[in-house]
């Protein structure tokens, strides 16, 4: 069976504080770093109501991490998974997802707080944040569980998904 193939086209540019993967907080709900997005003057339309939202997803491309790898070890563990049970940005498809505080919406550009991305990332889609919908209570959570109860977790990348790495 052929493996269907799709394209997307960003609808805006995420800017960020960070330039390189080290040292980018891992995760939006570790940060408070603010971040703003310039949505392109053809989408601008579709932010109508946007601002009556707290949270928003944030889904872009991870254009700056290294080549995909199926195995990986995350910045929060010290051995390696499968890249479906991380959040390491070495993905098949690299799409990054993020959940952050939506603070402004001004025309086409938009003031978040969570930036756990880097620089100059394009921008795919957004989507509300709506608990009903998205908020479940998980009743397993893998090999994290082992890692809550750890109090050097480090909430920062280092340089191991940088492509500019060998």
């Known amino acids: ?62 254009d700056q991490m290294a080549s995909p790898a199926l195995k990986v070890t995350p910045f929060l563990d010290g051995k390696e998974h499968g890249v479906f049970a991380t959040r390491a940005p070495r993905r098949p498809n ?30 795919l889609d957004i989507k509300p944040y709506v608990p009903d919908f998205d908020h479940f209570q998980p009743t397993r959570i893998g090999w994290y569980e082992q890692r809550l109860a750890a109090p050097d977790a480090r909430m920062v990348a280092d340089d191991r998904f940088d492509k500019r790495q060998p």
């Open 94 to 123: 690299p799409i990054g997802l993020s959940i952050v505080r939506l603070l402004k919406v001004e025309g086409a550009h938009l003031e978040f707080e969570g930036a756990d991305m880097l620089d100059g990332t394009p921008l």
């Open 1 to 62: 069976m052929a493996e269907p193939i799709f394209a997307f086209h960003a609808i805006g540019i995420i800017h960020t504080p960070f330039q390189r993967p080290a040292g980018t907080p891992i995760q939006a709900k570790a940060t408070l770093e603010r971040g703003s997005i310039e949505i392109f003057p053809r989408y601008a339309e579709g932010l109508a109501d946007l601002d009556g939202f707290s949270h928003i997803y944030l889904l872009y491309v991870l």
